[in-house]
C-alpha cells in the first residue's frame, strides 16, 4: 500500500455545497488524529482575530501534530488577515490550520493559503455566471443520485434544481430521496414530480441573481412564471 501524501500546513475549505465541506473538515481532523495528533483547536473569525489564530498556530505543541480550525474565515476582512499572512510564509511544521468558510477568504490570504498548502473549493466559483452555476448546480444532482445509485439524465436533473432552488444539501437529501425511490431503475419525470416538493423560494432566489446579474431577458421570464 502506497503512503498517504504528507499533510499541508494549511487548507482553505469552503463553498456552498456545506455537506462536502463539512465532510472534508471531519476527513482532516480524523486523518490527523489517526497520526496520532491531538484533539482540533477551534475558532470562530466572527469573534476571533487573526493574531488570535496565527499565535495558536505557532504555540509549541509536546503531543503531536496539532489542527487548529476556523470556522466563517471568510468574516475576516483584507486589514484582519495580515498577521496570518505573515504566519503563512513560515509555517509551523507541527500544524496544520483549517480555514472553513462559505465563501472564499480576501485574495491576499487566498494567494497566501494557495502558496503555503491547498484550497478546497465544494461548489460553483463565487464569480460564476449564472449559466455555469446553474450547470454546477444541476450536475451536483446527478451525481449525487449516482452516489445513490440511480442514474439521473441532465434535462431532469435542471427540473429538481428548478424546483428546488440552488441549496447544495437540500439538492443533495432530494437526490439520494430520489435514488432510494427509484430502487436502481432510471429516475423519470413522473417520479420527481411525485417526491420532489416545489420550494416556494426556488424562484425567488433566481430572481435575486437575474437582478444582481443584469440578465434582464431572464428576470422578465421569472416575473412571468
Known amino acids: 500500500m502506497s503512503e498517504r501524501p504528507a499533510l499541508k500546513s494549511v487548507y482553505g475549505i469552503w463553498g456552498e455545497d456545506r455537506g462536502k465541506v463539512e465532510r472534508a473538515v471531519r476527513r482532516l481532523n480524523d486523518r490527523v488524529r489517526a497520526d496520532g495528533g491531538m484533539p ?17 498556530c505557532q504555540t509549541l505543541s509536546f503531543g ?5 480550525i476556523v470556522a466563517n474565515a471568510d468574516a475576516w476582512r483584507a486589514d484582519d488577515v495580515g498577521p496570518l ?9 507541527d500544524c496544520c490550520l483549517a480555514l472553513v468558510a462559505a465563501s ?3 485574495p491576499k490570504l487566498q494567494t497566501a493559503i494557495q502558496a503555503a498548502g491547498d484550497v478546497l473549493q465544494f461548489g460553483p ?10 450547470k454546477w448546480f ?9 452516489r445513490g445509485g440511480a442514474k439521473l439524465p441532465a434535462a431532469l436533473a435542471r427540473l ?14 432530494e437526490a439520494l430521496k430520489l ?16 417526491l420532489v416538493i416545489e420550494h416556494p423560494d426556488a424562484r425567488t432566489y433566481e430572481l435575486a441573481d437575474a437582478l444582481t446579474s443584469g440578465e434582464r431577458r431572464r428576470v422578465y421570464e421569472l416575473l412571468e412564471d
Open 40 to 56: 482540533p483547536d477551534s475558532f470562530d473569525a466572527g469573534t476571533d482575530s487573526a493574531v488570535d489564530v496565527a499565535m495558536a
Open 64 to 68: 503531536g501534530l496539532r489542527l487548529v
Open 85 to 93: 499572512i505573515e504566519y503563512l510564509t513560515a509555517p509551523s511544521p
Open 104 to 106: 472564499g477568504v480576501t
Open 125 to 134: 466559483d463565487a464569480k460564476a455566471r449564472r449559466a455555469d452555476r446553474a
Open 138 to 146: 444541476a450536475h451536483h444532482v446527478a451525481s449525487e443520485c449516482e
Open 160 to 173: 429538481v434544481v428548478e424546483r428546488v432552488g440552488e441549496d447544495a444539501m437540500a439538492l443533495t437529501q
Open 179 to 194: 435514488a432510494a425511490a427509484a430502487g436502481g431503475q432510471p429516475i423519470d419525470r413522473p417520479l420527481i414530480e411525485a
